[in-house]
C-alpha cells in the first residue's frame, strides 16, 4: 500500500444540532446523493447534500444511539426496495423504506424475557432478486443474527464469544456466499454462507488478525474475495479467502453441511498510533481507499498490485 501524492481540500462544513454516529448513501441513486445518517439521539435523517438545512426524511428510530447504518436498493447494487437498516443500543434492529414515513417495515427487537443487547453493526445481504433480502446484525455480547426479510423470520445465530464490531457479505446483490464478522479482541471470522446445515449452521474459519479491535471490513469491489480490516492499533490488513476443494459435504445423517476455506495476508500497513475506525473502497477506481481514525485524521490510499492476487 502506498499513499499518493495528491491533496483534498474541504468544500463545505455542515454542523447539526446531534453528533452523528453513522451513515450510508446505499438507499439512493448515485444521482440523487442521499445520505442516511444516525445519530446519538436515536434519529434517523436522509439529506440532501445540495441543500442540507432540513432533512427529506427524519423519524425517531430508536429510544437509544444508531450505532450503525447500511442501505440497499440504490448506487444500482441489491434489487429490491430501496431500503436502509439501522442498529442501536437499545437492542432492536429496524428496516426502513424511506417512501413510507414514521414506522419501520420491520423491527427485530428481543423477544420477552430475554435481555436487551447493545447492537453495534448492521448489513444487508441476500438482495439478488425482488423477494429474497436478509439483515446480519452482531452485538456487543458476541451474537450474531441473520434476519430474513422474506419470511420475516430469525434464520440462524451463533455466538463468536466477543463483541461483534463489523459485519459485512461480499456482496449485497448476489445469493448469499460469504460473510465476515470482526471483533473485540483482534479475530475475524469468515462464514461460508452458501451451505446452512440443519442443526450446525454455516461453516467458518477464524483468523487472529492483531491483538486489538478490529473495528471494521470491507470487500474489494471488484474481487469479493479481497477483504480489508482496520485496526484498534492504527493499521490495516489486506488478505484474500481461499475456497477449499469442496464447499460442501454430506455429514453422517446425509445433510449437507459447508466446509470453510482458508484465508491468508496479503499485506499490512501501520497508519496511526490512534485505532483506525472506519474505511471504504471506491467502487470505481480499483484500489483506492478511504480510512478515519481517531487522530481526527482522514487518509486516502492506493493499494496496488491488486491484479496479481
Not at 223 to 241: C, E
Request: overall charge positive; proline content about 4%; charged content about 25%.
Amino acid at each position: 500500500m502506498k499513499t499518493p501524492r495528491a491533496t483534498s481540500k474541504q468544500l463545505s462544513s455542515i454542523e447539526k444540532a446531534k453528533p452523528i454516529k453513522c451513515g450510508t448513501f446505499g438507499a439512493t441513486s448515485l444521482q440523487q446523493r442521499y445520505l442516511a445518517t444516525g445519530d446519538f439521539g436515536g434519529n434517523l435523517n436522509i439529506w440532501n447534500l445540495e441543500a442540507p438545512e432540513i432533512p427529506v426524511y427524519s423519524v425517531k428510530g430508536h429510544k437509544e444511539i444508531i450505532n450503525s447504518i447500511d442501505g440497499v436498493g440504490g448506487l444500482g447494487i441489491g434489487e429490491g426496495a430501496p431500503e436502509i437498516v439501522t442498529g442501536s443500543r437499545d437492542g432492536t434492529v429496524k428496516v426502513w423504506d424511506p417512501r413510507q414515513k414514521d414506522t419501520p417495515v420491520a423491527n427485530m427487537e428481543p423477544v420477552q424475557g430475554e435481555s436487551k443487547r447493545d447492537c453495534w453493526t448492521v448489513a444487508f445481504g441476500n438482495a439478488y432478486n425482488q423477494e429474497e433480502r436478509v439483515v446480519c446484525a452482531g452485538y456487543d455480547n458476541g451474537d450474531i443474527k441473520l434476519f430474513d426479510l422474506k419470511t420475516m423470520s430469525l434464520r440462524w445465530e451463533t455466538n463468536i464469544k466477543n463483541g461483534v464490531c463489523s459485519v459485512e457479505f461480499d456482496r449485497k446483490d448476489v445469493n448469499m456466499n460469504k460473510l465476515v464478522a470482526t471483533s473485540l479482541e483482534g479475530k475475524f471470522h469468515v462464514f461460508d454462507m452458501r451451505t446452512q446445515h440443519p442443526t450446525k449452521g454455516f461453516a467458518s474459519v477464524s483468523e487472529k488478525a492483531q491483538k486489538s479491535t478490529i473495528w471494521q471490513v470491507r470487500h474489494l469491489p471488484q474481487n469479493r474475495d479481497i477483504f480489508m480490516t482496520s485496526g484498534g492499533a492504527g493499521s490495516l490488513h489486506l488478505w484474500k479467502y481461499e475456497y477449499p476443494a469442496q464447499r460442501s459435504k454430506k455429514d453422517s445423517e446425509g445433510a449437507e453441511m459447508g466446509v470453510a476455506g482458508s484465508v491468508s495476508l496479503l499485506q499490512n500497513v501501520t497508519l496511526s498510533t490512534q485505532p483506525i475506525s472506519s474505511l471504504d473502497w471506491s467502487p470505481d477506481k480499483k484500489g483506492l481507499c478511504v480510512c478515519g481514525a481517531f487522530d481526527q485524521t482522514v487518509r486516502v490510499l492506493i493499494v496496488t498490485k491488486l491484479n496479481k492476487v
